[in-house]
């Protein structure tokens, strides 16, 4: 697909069917990645914004934490098995990254996939738990937090897209 037809997708298809890679490069200068399928964007503190939603256990969560910058990065379907096994597989096993067949830079400090359609540099302004107690449908909570890993909730400005 190519940049043109991305850049017309609805927010929905492109996170929710299509998924997409969150990545940040810790102080150390290593990248990681996950595959996502939560998230959305808007306008927020009159910003344009994205965010995302990462549990407590996953190994890309300690990059964005470390991280002033990560990216979004969204690929055409020919991708589509790439982000399953970078959904599946964890960083602290192997190099995933390099044997996913992506071919990463930095840009501002966040990682940018050549192979990506589309790719969003976001600076991070806020971090929050999802909380039990604020869960106003709390069927929501047996579905998808079973084991009490409430997702990390981050907010970041876009600043870039490319």
Same mark, same amino acid.
């Given at each position: 697909?190519?940049?043109?037809?991305?850049?017309?997708?609805?927010v929905?298809?492109?996170?929710g *069917?299509?998924?997409?890679l &969150?990545?940040?490069?810790d102080?150390?200068?290593?990248t990681?990645?996950?595959?996502?399928?939560?998230?959305?964007?808007? &306008?927020l503190?009159?910003?344009?914004?994205?965010f995302?939603?990462?549990r407590?256990?996953?190994?890309?969560?300690?990059?964005v934490?470390?991280?002033?910058?990560?990216? =979004?990065?969204?690929?055409? *379907? %020919?991708?589509?098995?790439?982000?399953g096994?970078?959904?599946?597989? %964890?960083?602290?096993?192997?190099?995933? #990254?390099?044997?996913s067949? =992506?071919?990463?830079? =930095?840009?501002?400090?966040?990682?940018?996939?050549k192979?990506?359609?589309?790719?969003?540099?976001c600076r991070?302004?806020?971090?929050?738990?999802?909380?039990?107690?604020?869960? #106003?449908?709390?069927?929501e #909570?047996?579905?998808?937090?079973p084991?009490?890993?409430?997702?990390?909730?981050?907010v970041?400005?876009?600043?870039e897209? #490319?």
């Amino acid at each position: 697909m190519d940049k043109n037809v991305m850049q017309e997708t609805d927010v929905f298809s492109l996170i929710g *069917d299509r998924w997409m890679l &969150v990545a940040a490069t810790d102080k150390n200068g290593k990248t990681n990645a996950m595959t996502a399928s939560w998230g959305g964007m808007g &306008v927020l503190w009159g910003k344009k914004v994205a965010f995302v939603f990462i549990r407590p256990q996953r190994y890309t969560k300690r990059f964005v934490d470390e991280a002033q910058r990560f990216s =979004l990065s969204f690929f055409d *379907d %020919s991708y589509k098995k790439m982000l399953g096994y970078m959904g599946r597989v %964890s960083g602290r096993d192997e190099d995933k #990254i390099a044997k996913s067949g =992506l071919t990463p830079t =930095l840009k501002n400090g966040a990682p940018v996939f050549k192979e990506a359609s589309m790719t969003l540099i976001c600076r991070k302004l806020y971090r929050q738990t999802l909380e039990k107690d604020c869960f #106003i449908e709390t069927g929501e #909570i047996d579905k998808w937090y079973p084991s009490s890993d409430f997702h990390d909730m981050y907010v970041a400005e876009i600043e870039e897209k #490319i």
